[in-house]
């Protein structure tokens, strides 16, 4: 099966920002858009993305995941990066009308269609280090995606890094290429010297989150995450995993949480912890990696409540339990 996220459908919606409007969106190949060499975000990084799915329902239909949020990320993406802003109501047709295009190609469950809408500047420009973009460029590329996760793999191992950052604590809630650049060599850096999966940025000592997920530990029919603030993503799947796992009668607590108090409470039986974000849903941790030792949670696999709440959430993504919070919408 071919790489997460390389295979594309061979039309993409684009619309280009100039003067004071956006253009009508087109229907163009998804395999080429012709760039300035100037082009302000390739020297300035002005860039911004979104990653959300579309799901096949039993009776044949296809539905979009709380498309609503990541088009609100996606507006202030767009904002914090001074790039021109995106008509939100233009973009959800932008999103519809593509996944209906392609409606037939969308894979069956646990398949789907992943969606990357993004955006950024083209002012070929190269003067502009600090002056923003005042033209840009948005698509809408789709990528058929099969299961991300096995859930019989083991669960994945976590360096926890208390002295580096993922990115600039003020770009935190900007879902940005630069950020992404900017994790990039630690996590390396993690896979060389300790095999582990990925890094869990512990700025001051206290979690955050990895290079592309949100950190959630569980124990004692508690969820822990740090609360919202402007350092780190809002992921939409750590809101909806929060919400069901309220309607599980879970306790919820976002508050922050130390390296220490991680370690102390990995060492009970039944601690559980899990990565969230759109492409695994939730992805059981297995290990912490901290000061050279290593944290064995549990038996290192998934545990029963990451299993129950990433079932809960595929069961209503995939049209078999009641949408209660009317998280899925029409193509
Ligand atoms: C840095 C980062 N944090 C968190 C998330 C999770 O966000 P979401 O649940 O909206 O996919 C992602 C990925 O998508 C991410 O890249």
């Not at 390389?6 to 253009?23: D, H, K, L, N, Y």
């Not at 802003?85 to 392609?102: E, G, H, L, R």
Request: proline share 5%; glycine share 8%; aromatic share 8%.
């Amino acid at each position: 099966m071919a790489a997460f996220g390389t295979v594309f459908m061979p039309q993409m919606a684009i619309s280009r920002f100039e003067g004071s409007q956006w253009s009508p969106a087109e229907m163009v190949a998804s395999d080429s858009i012709t760039l300035h060499p100037g082009a302000h975000v390739l020297h300035y990084s002005s860039t911004c993305f979104e990653g959300l799915k579309a799901f096949k329902q039993p009776n044949g239909s296809i539905k979009l995941f709380r498309m609503d949020k990541n088009i609100e990320r996606f507006a202030q993406s767009s904002r914090l990066l001074s790039l021109p802003a995106i008509d939100k109501s233009a973009t959800a047709k932008m999103i519809t009308d593509s996944v209906a295009q392609y409606a037939s190609e969308v894979p069956a469950p646990p398949g789907s269609m992943y969606i990357r809408p993004t955006h950024f500047g083209i002012d070929p420009a190269i003067g502009k280090a600090a002056a923003p973009s005042l033209t840009s460029m948005q698509y809408i590329l789709l990528s058929p995606v099969g299961e991300y996760f096995s859930s019989d793999a083991g669960g994945l191992r976590l360096l926890l890094d208390e002295t580096g950052m993922r990115c600039a604590p003020h770009n935190g809630m900007i879902k940005s290429g630069g950020n992404y650049a900017s994790a990039l060599r630690p996590i390396m850096d993690a896979r060389d010297k300790y095999q582990a999966d990925q890094v869990l940025f512990c700025p001051g000592g206290f979690a955050q989150e990895t290079g592309a997920a949100n950190f959630l530990l569980i124990d004692d029919g508690e969820i822990i995450t740090k609360a919202l603030d402007e350092s780190f993503l809002h992921g939409v799947t750590r809101d909806s995993i929060l919400t069901l796992a309220r309607d599980m009668g879970l306790t919820v607590s976002e508050r922050e949480i130390s390296v220490a108090e991680l370690l102390e409470r990995s060492a009970k039986p039944g601690c559980e912890a899990a990565l969230s974000g759109t492409a695994a849903v939730l992805a059981p941790v297995g290990t912490f990696i901290h000061n050279d030792k290593e944290y064995v949670l549990g038996n290192g696999k998934e545990g029963p409540v990451t299993r129950k709440l990433r079932q809960a959430m595929n069961d209503i993504q995939w049209g078999l339990a009641e949408d209660k919070h009317n998280w899925l919408v029409d193509v």
